[in-house]
Structures are given as C-alpha cells and as structure tokens.
C-alpha cells in the first residue's frame, strides 16, 4: 500500500483522475478528512472537498504498478 497527497479541485481533474484510476487492475481510494471513497468512483470522488488536499491511497504490492500510477498523478501533485 502507499500513499500520495493530490489536488483535486476542478471537475474536470476529477475526470481525469477517474479515467486513470479506472485503469488500475488494483484498487484505489481517496480520503479527505475522515471521509475515504472509491477513488474509482466520479460521483465519490466528487464528494470530496476540493478545496483541500486529497489522499490517494494505492491498494497494491506490485512496486512497479504503484510508480508508474504515481507517476501518472504528476500533473494532480503540486510543486
């Protein structure tokens, strides 16, 4: 499992960030304050406070699968 910080304030960067994680053959939450939903989900992930920074949390162990999504998260990370 890991762990990544994104943003994810604007309808359409949720869509993007659900296209992705639904190509993920493992699973993919979002959590935000005490709230985790399916992050493959569009209509959980846009229940989510967008004015704050979300938790994406990677449910695999494959290393190699969760770099190359992390990598693919690099436009929803802030610099």
């Known amino acids: 499992m890991k762990t990544v ?9 949720i869509r993007n960030f659900v296209e992705l994680a639904s190509r993920c053959p493992f699973e993919v939450d979002l959590a935000s304050s005490r709230y985790t ?4 989900s569009i ?3 846009a229940s989510l406070d967008k004015s704050k920074p979300v938790t994406v949390i ?7 699968q969760c ?5 693919q998260l690099k436009p929803f990370m802030e610099e």
């Open 5 to 13: 910080e994104i943003h994810i304030n604007t309808i359409n960067a």
């Open 43 to 45: 209509m959980g992930v």
């Open 37 to 40: 939903v399916n992050g493959k």
């Open 67 to 71: 770099a190359e999504f992390v990598a």
């Open 58 to 64: 990677i449910h695999s162990d494959d290393d190699a």
